[in-house]
């Protein structure tokens, strides 16, 4: 997952640099936060299985 949001984060950033549109950028800052943001979500579901699933008092 991380692979994928570093090529995002790159891709989001090449297009920013020959971008002039306000909109435009406003709505690619907007999409690199929503992909970090899914990023932190995912990763703290996958912490919480693992939790579950390694707690005695869970099973």
Known sequence: MMETNKWLD???NDLKKDETS??????????KSLAAEQAKRLQQAQD???????SPDKW
């Not at 306000?22 to 999409?31: D, N, P, R």
């Not at 919480?48 to 390694?54: A, H, I, P, S, V």
Request: aromatic share 10%.
């Open 22 to 31: 306000f909109k435009l950028i406003s709505i690619l800052e907007g999409t």
């Open 48 to 54: 919480e299985l693992d939790g579950r699933t390694w």
């Open 10 to 12: 790159q891709e989001i």
